[in-house]
């Protein structure tokens, strides 16, 4: 089972895109994921849980998603993560791959891409 961490702030995008992920009917990769509504309790379960893959909006209330991932990539740096954002500028994009995300992409993104893509990260780490 891989442990996820999803950091978002929209509640309903969150519960669709947690819901989405653990109906993953891939049997080598079946995700338990854990929703949580912003950057401090992204790095607070961080701390607490070996998660194998993050997911983070970069727009969060508290701590954004780059400065979350800062402090995330300091305590594991091997843990893969995607960042995303609806409205977040190309800057904000480049610094989240610059802080250690393997991508950023832009909402709204297609769940079964994602899903290829965090399963393409997996295998490559094993």
């Given amino acids: 089972m891989c442990k996820v961490l999803l950091g978002e702030d929209d509640k309903n995008f969150g519960m669709v895109l947690k819901r989405e992920l ?3 009917l891939n049997k080598e990769y079946q995700y338990q994921v854990n929703l949580v509504p912003d950057g401090v309790e992204a790095v607070l379960s961080f701390i607490s849980v ?13 701590l ?7 402090i995330i990539k300091k305590i594991n740096p091997n843990v893969p ?7 977040a500028g190309s800057s904000e994009m480049e610094e989240s791959v610059e802080c250690g995300a393997i991508q950023c992409i832009k909402k ?7 899903k290829n893509d965090m399963r393409n990260h997996l295998t490559a780490l094993k």
């Fill in 108 to 114: 709204p993104f297609a769940i079964a891409k994602l």
């Fill in 64 to 70: 954004n998603g780059n400065d979350a991932l800062r």
């Fill in 22 to 24: 653990e109906e993953n």
């Fill in 81 to 87: 993560t995607i960042t995303f954002s609806g409205n």
């Fill in 50 to 62: 070996p998660y194998d893959f993050v997911l983070l909006d970069i727009r969060m209330p508290r």
